[in-house]
Every structure is written in structure tokens, then in C-alpha cells.
């Protein structure tokens, strides 16, 4: 396991929360998010925390809770701050820029396990042309 992950498992009572996000993950995290320029003119709310934010989302996504129902108690901003956050973050390509962060540095420690790993047609192109597969089991009349 590569420190800093926030994947080890603590046996202690003080073990963190599967929705906090440890300092090594966030300092890989925080330079892919946006930055969002306070207007001068009118600034309105000041923005919550990224950070808490994340939290946030990782909470409802833990837990299966509906967004408006996250509790306000926690700190993480409403349930509705969290998802337009998570909308933004996803329509600027942060999760991608992060996965391919991710697979570079466990490619480069050596730690990836191609051998469990599964192919989903959805996600390959079917070649035209290939070998006969033989009688459809759903149309008798085609191969």
C-alpha cells in the first residue's frame, strides 16, 4: 500500500472515517481542483472549504444518503453545495486527471495487478470482420 493513500486501516478507536480525506491524498487532489476567483463587485457567501466539501461528498456517497438530507452538523456545507461541487469538479475532468495520476504512481511502484483484471465489452469497440462466432441464440437466422 502506498503511504499517504488514505486506504490504510487503523485498529485503533481514533481510526479515521472512510469520508476523511488523509493530507497525502488531498495534496494530490487539491492542485487538480479549479480555482474559483471571489467576485470583487458583489462577492456574496464566502465559498466553504474544497476539502470539507470533498468530505462532504465522500460522506453521502459512503453512506447512501440523500443529498438533502446531509446533516448541517457535520461541517461539510448543504447537501446542495456539495453536489454542485461534485458537477463542477466532474465537468472540469478532476476525477479523470486524478485516476490517471493515481495509475501513473502505481505504475511506477510496480503495484498494479493486471491479472484480476475484467474487460467490459460496453467499453471496446467490436471489430467488423472477425472470426464466426457461430448461430445467435437469439436470431437463428444470422451468425
Not at 485498529?11 to 479549479?34: H, N, Q
Not at 467499453?123 to 444470422?142: C, E, F, I, N, Y
Request: charged share 30%; aromatic share 10%; net charge positive.
Amino acid at each position: 500500500m502506498l503511504p499517504g493513500w488514505g486506504c490504510e486501516v487503523a485498529e485503533t478507536k481514533s481510526a479515521r472515517k472512510p469520508w476523511e480525506v488523509e493530507d497525502g491524498l488531498w495534496e494530490r487532489i487539491e492542485p487538480l481542483l479549479p480555482v474559483v476567483e471571489r467576485r470583487y463587485r458583489h462577492p456574496g457567501r464566502k465559498r466553504l472549504d474544497d476539502r470539507r466539501v470533498l468530505c462532504g461528498i465522500l460522506f453521502v456517497l459512503y453512506t447512501g444518503i440523500p443529498w438533502r438530507f446531509l446533516p448541517q452538523e457535520l461541517g461539510f456545507g448543504s447537501g446542495m453545495t456539495c453536489w454542485r461541487r461534485l458537477r463542477d469538479w466532474n465537468e472540469a475532468g478532476v476525477w479523470q486527471h486524478l485516476h490517471e495520476l493515481l495509475l501513473a504512481e502505481l505504475r511506477a511502484a510496480d503495484m498494479l495487478d493486471f491479472s484480476r483484471a475484467a474487460v467490459d465489452s460496453s467499453h471496446l469497440r467490436a471489430m467488423r470482420g472477425g472470426p464466426a462466432t457461430g448461430p445467435s441464440p437469439v436470431d437463428r437466422g444470422k451468425t
